[in-house]
């Protein structure tokens, strides 16, 4: 699969959470997952223990079935008060900017079975009810090689959103897929299509200055 071109810093910071301009209707080869997942295992791992599984699903029942878990979540996150799209914003760019983000969670939510690839990444055992110190290690194994995965993707020109919110009912996700739950933990639900387009910006993020502390806090 041949690259776009980008410098890293371009790859870096034009790597978003694509929904509307995915390509519900054109497939994806398996080879340029395997290319993307070949990359991501090169990402760093806790004591290089490289305990992580990465579920590829394609069969359009089961994206069904774990499409209509996410819409059930997802009702459920805006049934509240506190869910993002719900929050406004004093700054008119910051709040301009949660609307475009929740009409496009909204799109993501009705068509997510139309999405040909999900991936499933997974680490060993389960990391429930334990202090954040030892949670630390078992997420922060996985979460670079899921990144990893995002950048490969889009440098292949395909779109990717980093999605959690299927994991409410992670169980049922883990029963239609056979992921052994006691043993293994969902970690995000990656939703893969080629991109409409290759244009991409960079985001409005907070000034620098509001988050990083020199020295102390
Ligand atoms: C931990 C995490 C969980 C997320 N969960 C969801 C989700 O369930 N559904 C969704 O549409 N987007 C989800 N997102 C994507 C964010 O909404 C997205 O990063 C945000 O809209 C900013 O867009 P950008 O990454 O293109 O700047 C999640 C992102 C992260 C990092």
């Given amino acids: 699969m041949p690259l776009l071109r980008f410098t890293p810093d371009q790859l870096l910071t034009t790597t978003r959470a694509v ?3 995915l390509d519900l209707d054109r497939p994806v080869e398996p080879s340029v997952i ?5 990359i991501a295992i090169q990402a760093p791992t806790g004591s290089n223990l490289q305990r992580w599984h990465f579920v590829v699903v394609t069969d359009q029942v089961k994206r ?4 209509e878990l996410y819409r059930k979540s997802w009702a459920m996150y ?3 008060p506190t869910a993002a799209p719900n929050l406004r914003y004093d700054d008119a760019v910051r709040d301009a900017v949660q609307r475009r983000v929740g009409d ?3 799109y993501l939510a009705d068509h997510l079975e139309r999405v040909p690839v999900f991936l499933i990444p997974c680490f060993t055992g389960r990391v429930d009810g334990q202090p954040s110190s030892a ?3 078992k997420w922060g194994s996985i979460l670079p090689a899921v990144w990893s995965f995002m950048l490969a993707a889009r440098a292949r020109g395909l779109g990717t959103a980093w999605t959690t919110l299927h994991l409410r009912h992670e169980r049922e996700a883990a029963a239609i897929l056979g992921i052994p739950y006691e043993q293994f933990t969902q970690a995000a639900l990656i939703p893969v299509a080629y991109a409409l387009g290759t244009e991409f910006k960079p985001a409005h993020r907070e000034p620098l200055a509001s988050i990083v502390h020199w020295d102390k806090w």
């Fill in 78 to 80: 805006l049934s509240s």
């Fill in 104 to 106: 496009s969670a909204q």
């Fill in 64 to 67: 069904l079935a774990i499409a």
């Fill in 34 to 38: 395997e290319e993307c997942l070949q």
């Fill in 19 to 21: 929904r509307k301009r």
């Fill in 135 to 137: 949670q630390a290690g």
